[in-house]
């Protein structure tokens, strides 16, 4: 079988068929099946993340001290360790003991309208909830995040990766346990079909520094929010997209794109990179109004991305979006346009609450993030439709016109 088809056959509704709302993906009710387990949370502790040489309070590891601050199962005395980890108590006193931590609620409940901003916050609030602490790669909150990104993704009729897995577990360069999520709309058309548009969105943050929790809602809560609004659009859609969508969120962003450069370089079955025909890439789009616009990265002239974010811009004229933007290396797109495949990043400053404690879910403005949310569904619809040959632009594309 030739490789351009490989992705069509394995996402085949005969051979893989989409969970139904409500379930997880595996035969067994689980996420993919007890292979899909991510993996466990037992980071190694670096000494460099505390000047006393103590456990960071977001990993956990029996070696660990605990001294008032810090959290690892083996030794956690305190009533509760809360949003910096586990609740370390014996599980018989109520606690988790070394268990993994609770997921964060997902209720697979339908919502009337994807782009309202209150749908759009409920899925903000979540993933920078102090349950989420941030989301540092390896934190109890990463794999919180991790677990809820899968849960939606499943409610939505999303096809796991191609292994039957949500979750693409992956170390980081620190050691720390995270990985990438990754859920499928198979492309319609039988001649397009075995092309990809790549939708990513990082679920990554900084945690907790200097105890104080930078919960991330902008960066990149507000893109996680619009990359699963924009998926359940597509699923409403009388008529699936002709060519293959496939969201992704990215782990270990903040560590130098590590999960891009992971997706790029190893990529799961059937989702060969030389079928990646676009990337569309959605990061910190929730502060418009503090920004005082939004930027788009990627759109240069004569591109399919820029073209399609015109006309959308035609019937939002109110929009303030900048186009043809060089962008630098700091996001997801990076590894993808490295290798000549074209993108689209939207993203809107916030050098006010970027890695901040205020970055939480009261920054986020919500009416525009619904616009820009539909500006992106509108480019990713159409990019997934379009009659033009996007396959022959791999190679003369690249992060700069």
């Known amino acids: 079988m030739r490789a351009g088809h490989l992705l069509v056959a394995l996402l085949a509704t005969a051979c893989l068929p989409a969970p139904e709302p409500g379930g997880r993906g595996g035969a067994d009710g689980g996420p993919g099946g007890e292979s899909c387990e991510p993996i466990p949370l037992t980071a190694v502790c670096r000494p460099e993340w505390y000047g006393d040489e103590d456990c960071d309070p977001n990993n956990n590891l029996p070696e660990c001290e605990w001294d008032g601050g810090d959290c690892c199962p083996s030794t956690c005395t305190g009533e509760d360790c809360g949003n910096m980890g586990y609740d370390c108590r014996d ?18 409940a339908a919502v009337d309208d994807p782009l309202a901003p209150e749908s759009l916050k409920v899925d903000v609030a979540r993933l920078s909830s102090d349950a989420a602490a941030g989301r540092r790669p390896g934190s109890s909150g990463d794999w919180r995040a991790r677990r809820y990104i899968e849960d939606r993704f499943a409610c939505l009729g999303l096809h796991p990766a191609a292994d039957g897995c949500y979750q693409v577990p992956f170390h980081s360069s620190k050691g720390d346990p995270t990985g990438n999520v990754v859920g499928v709309i198979p492309g319609s058309d039988p001649e397009l079909a075995h092309e990809i548009i790549l939708v990513g969105a990082h679920h990554d943050g900084v945690g907790v520094e200097d105890d104080v929790i930078r919960p991330g809602a902008n960066d990149n809560a507000s893109g996680l929010a619009a990359m699963l609004a924009i998926a359940d659009l597509i699923q409403r859609t009388p008529n699936p997209p002709r060519r ?59 591109t399919p991305g820029r073209a399609l974010v015109e006309a959308d811009l035609d019937d939002q004229p109110d929009l303030d979006v900048s186009l043809g933007v060089v962008s630098d290396d700091g996001s997801d797109h990076a590894p993808f346009c490295s290798r000549g495949i074209p993108f689209v990043y939207l993203e809107t400053a916030d050098d006010s609450c970027w890695h901040k404690a205020c970055d939480d879910a009261n920054w986020v403005d919500y009416t525009n993030l619904s616009r820009l949310t539909l500006l992106l569904h509108q480019v990713i619809a159409g990019l997934a439709d379009s009659d033009e040959d996007l396959a022959a632009l791999r190679g003369q594309g690249g992060c700069t016109p």
Do not use: K, W
């Not at 599980?91 to 697979?108: F, K, N, T």
């Not at 060969?272 to 990265?297: C, K, L, P, R, T």
């Open 91 to 108: 599980p018989a006193a109520g606690g988790d003991g070394l268990a993994d931590p609770e997921p964060i609620d997902a209720p697979c």
């Open 244 to 302: 293959t969508v496939a969201f992704v969120a990215f782990g270990a962003q903040n560590m130098g794109v590590e999960g891009a450069m992971r997706h790029v370089a190893s990529p799961p079955e059937g989702m060969a990179m030389e079928n990646v025909v676009y990337m569309v890439n959605i990061d910190m789009i929730g502060s418009y109004q503090h920004a005082g616009g939004a930027d788009s990265f990627g759109t240069f002239s004569d």
